[in-house]
């Protein structure tokens, strides 16, 4: 019988996976449409429940995310009859090979939850703190293979106010494939966000930027 449970709790994450990206009445997707011009914003830290994997993100996000959906129908302390929204935080270079892509997927969960259902077995779900703080921050429409150019947008605003992107490559999941259907690449709905730092950025050196010294420096007349 608890075997049998077991498996009907995994048939339950995994079709609300599937239906948080193919249900036509998933989140209302028009309260985040004043994100699609690139914004500042300060964000509070935020209670996740994570899964870290590493492995070419089309394979992984699958197993991410259902993993996640499954904890999070777990919990005693969550709104069930609202859609949850993951996301994932990215590490590795544009030309990392995809099998050595590494990301640490996350579903936001109530202050309320201080500890998570014994885990037997599968990938280890953990409760944690996701910091922010300053944020830049836009709505990217389209395949995740068109991201540069918003990711541009974000980098001129963050430059243009006196920041350095500073964080890991962060996306929300609004809306895109599903556990077995892609869908329409070109209705992909997703935040990206990088966490920011105050700093200058150094004259004739474009790709480089320092942080604003805590003292200043006295530099004699004379020598160079």
Known sequence: MKKFLLIAGGIVAVCAAILFFLWPKGPDLSKYDWLKDPQINKIERQKVITVTLTGDPEKIS???????????????????????IPKARWTGAVDTPKDR?????????????????????????????????????????????????????????????????????????????????KGD???????IRYTLTKGIVIKHQPAKAVLKKSTKTSVKKGKK
């Not at 690449?185 to 935040?191: A, C, D, F, R, V």
């Open 62 to 84: 699958n197993q991410g995310i259902a993993a996640l959906f499954k904890m999070y129908y777990r919990l005693k302390e969550v709104d069930k009859a609202v859609m949850a």
């Open 185 to 191: 690449p070109k209705n992909y709905k997703t935040i």
């Open 101 to 181: 892509w590494s990301a640490e997927f996350a579903i936001r969960v109530p202050e309320e939850v201080n500890a998570l259902p014994e885990q037997k077995e599968g990938l280890k779900v953990e409760l944690k703190y996701w910091e922010y703080g300053e944020t830049a921050e836009i709505l990217h429409i389209g395949p995740y293979s068109d991201e540069l150019a918003d990711i541009g947008r974000l980098t001129a605003l963050a430059k243009d106010k006196n920041y350095l992107l500073s964080g890991r490559h962060e996306e929300e999941y609004l809306k895109g494939p599903g556990m077995f259907f």
